[in-house]
């Protein structure tokens, strides 16, 4: 089986802070890590891998320096890496990278034929969870998001049967090879690099790509220019001026407070005073 | 690189294409499972209602399902939820939700009828179909919005979104291309007022696919126990906890106050990540958006993105130990001290009015 997995190199945004005067984002000394979502998907490839033999190719689409999410793939076990980079995909949406990708999954192809696609469920800076059903789409593969788990595989029948969660319940759906997934994040845990692969990735030449060797022939279909979104304004959420009624009282003892609070709920607000003696039957119902 | 905000605004002229200013009228998606219709539905409604009146346009429902009378029956639901129409797709094909069927049918119909805005739910369902559907009608989508209006220069819609981890807002526009796609999450936006005697027109379509074309098959169907998962989304009450409860047990004391109240129990990412809770329980931009009535907040600092999941409601309670706290910012009432006192003195208070209550009562 040859299985390409998508990963996007992302600043770690649990470190990204916002400049308290000018609302600029302060990204200097910020961390870029995998797109912690996509690791999902890099593990299940890995474990099909391992149960049916075959090769994981893992594809990013960003600066050079993304190249380093790359390498972390190939030290847990990836084969392949594909960086594809290029000045012309500045800017570009979720419409135009979907189409940069699925053109160099097309063109990861040529070499040997794909018979499945890993996304991550979203990115944690793009947060769009669109590029994947886009690359489907675009190579009409069959879509399985949102996938908690792969019941079987059966690359001679060219079959997968995965569990795939819906709003209200688990949906069992088969289909045919090949298709995307996208991993649900918690279906499985990352295994730990071993020494050989972290000595591999260190010496692993990353393939780069420009937009032509991706197999792009218009160049007006990525970057901007291929962009139907444009941003108009990044502004940060209005402040509200309205603080709160702070309760306080003379003795302040924890009980003194809990029954002003209590009282200012039920005189102030007539709804809540009717679902707060409610909540008492309910209690007793229990 | 798809980061929205990465990108330079650039000046690109707004003026639409002539060939697109045939699109016309706003359509809501109305999402439904096991013959359920997802709330997120009508709270779209209520909005797509807001800005088909500004365009002076009609707001229409698109069903999609197995042929039949609970099918049809999500076609009155959308009127009397505020839509004028309904574009029905009914086959058996699509008795279940998939990906191949569903963006068949719903591009056919915009590719039809042609709507200038089409919004869907931001849930499992409306990301699958929303991000398969403006792929193959190569137009923009607009990802979990928290606000849309209608840009009065040119008729666009401005659909704004967290970015940066949701400590910045960014608002989109889509430029010549159309229809104008977004997703907004359950409980973001306010449910449409229902009125029982509104009706509508239904205007059907077949689907151009049969089933051996389809090559996904649904095996099975295991719903969720309903009991078992926590249900935050419709909760009136909530009783929320955060890290400055300090040790997992202190937890115990929101939950004491929740089963007094009948409330669900909440909490900040920090202590679902600690696993001192379900994940499922976690509220904010990566959990889940939520509108009670009443949201009581312990030891949690009011981050921005916690406080998106949450200031919808009606009434918020802040207990911090930090006057300074950003909760403070923006909560109702607010009473600065030790939650681990504050908490079991307001379920004991609770429990006394609540004893009242059912005397008096
Ligand atoms: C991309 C991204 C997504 C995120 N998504 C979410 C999300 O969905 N939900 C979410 O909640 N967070 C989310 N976060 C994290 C968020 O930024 C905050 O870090 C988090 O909300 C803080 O949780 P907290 O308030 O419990 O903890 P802290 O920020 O540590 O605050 C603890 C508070 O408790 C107070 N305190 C301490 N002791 C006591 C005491 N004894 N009694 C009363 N008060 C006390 C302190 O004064 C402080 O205000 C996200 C962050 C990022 C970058
Ligand atoms: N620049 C990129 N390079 C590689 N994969 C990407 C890129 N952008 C998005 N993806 C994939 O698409 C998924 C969804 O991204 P998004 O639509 O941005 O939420 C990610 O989890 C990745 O698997």
Redesign the pocket.
Known sequence: MHIV?????VPDSSQIRVHPVTNTIMRQGVPAVV?P??LF?LEEALRLKDRVGGRVTV????PPQ?EMALRKAISFGADHAIL?TDRAFAGSD?LA??FA?ASAVRQIGRDMAVDLV??????I????????P??AKRLDLQLLTYVSQIDAVDPERREIVVRRRAEGGVQVLKTRLPCLI?MLEGSNELRFATQAGIFRAARYPVQRWDSKAAGIEDPSRVGLKGSPTVVRKVFAPTPNTQRADLISCESGTPEDLAATLLAKLTTRNPELAALLGRAGMQETGR | ??TPAARRPAGRKLELDPRLAAYQGVWVFVEHERGQAHPVSWELMGEGRKLADQLGVPLAGVVLGAPGEPTRQFCQLAFRYGADRCYLIEDPALADYRNQPFTQGLTELVNAYQPEILLLGATTLGRDLA?SVATTLQTGLT?DCTELTIDPENRSLAASRPTFGGSLLCTIVTLNYRPQMATVRPRVMDMAPYEATRGGEIVEHPLRLVETDILTKVLDYIPDNRQDRPQLAFADIIVAGGRGLKQPENFELVWELARVLGAEVGASRPVVQAGWVDPERQVGQSGRTVRPKLYIAAGISGAVQHRVGMEGADVIVAINSDANAPIFDFATYGIVGNALQILPALTGACRQHLALTQRAG
Request: hydrophobic content about 30%; charged content about 10%; glycine content about 16%.
């Open positions: 997995v998508c990963i996007k190199q797109n979502y996509d998907s594809l990013c689409m960003g993304a594809v979720t990278t979907s990708l890993f996304c991550g469920k979203q990115t800076d793009g947060d769009t969870a669109q590029v994947g886009g690359i996208t | 690189m798809n991000g990802a």
